[in-house]
C-alpha cells in the first residue's frame, strides 16, 4: 500500500514563491512516473508537471517557467518548487502517480492573493 502526503502549502501574495513536498511511502516510488495536480474550487482536477522515475519533466502550458519539478528517491519524496505564482494558481495541489494511480492524499492548499 502505497500513502502520499503532501505538504508546504500556504498563503502569498502574487509573484511570490512556495516549495511542495509529498512524502511517498512504500518501494513502488522510484519506479514510478509521478506528477503534481492542483484543482481549484469548481475545476477539475489538473496536471501540472510530471516526472518520469529517470527524472525526465514536462510542465502544462500554465505554469512552463514557473514551477519546477524533482524528485528524490532515496528519500520517497518529490517536489514542486513554485516561483512568480498568480492568483490562478490558488488550489489544492496533489501528488500521484500517472501509470500507476494510488489513493489521493489530502493535498496542500495554496493561495495566492493579488
Known amino acids: 500500500q502505497v500513502q502520499l502526503v503532501e505538504s508546504g502549502g500556504g498563503l502569498v501574495q502574487a509573484g511570490g514563491s512556495l516549495r511542495l513536498s509529498c512524502a511517498a511511502s512504500?518501494?513502488?516510488?522510484?519506479?514510478?512516473?509521478m506528477a503534481w495536480y492542483r484543482q481549484a474550487p469548481g475545476n477539475q482536477r489538473e496536471v501540472v508537471a510530471v516526472?518520469?522515475?529517470?527524472?525526465?519533466?514536462n510542465y502544462a502550458d500554465s505554469v512552463k517557467g514557473r514551477f519546477t519539478i524533482s524528485r528524490d528517491n532515496a528519500k520517497n519524496t518529490m517536489y514542486l518548487q513554485m516561483n512568480s505564482l498568480k492568483p490562478e494558481d490558488t488550489a489544492v495541489y496533489y501528488c500521484?502517480?500517472?501509470?500507476?494511480?494510488?489513493?489521493w492524499g489530502q493535498g496542500t492548499q495554496v493561495t495566492v492573493s493579488s
Open positions: 500521484n502517480g500517472v501509470f500507476s494511480r494510488n489513493v
Open positions: 516526472i518520469t522515475s529517470g527524472g525526465f519533466t
Open positions: 512504500g518501494s513502488i516510488f522510484s519506479r514510478a512516473t
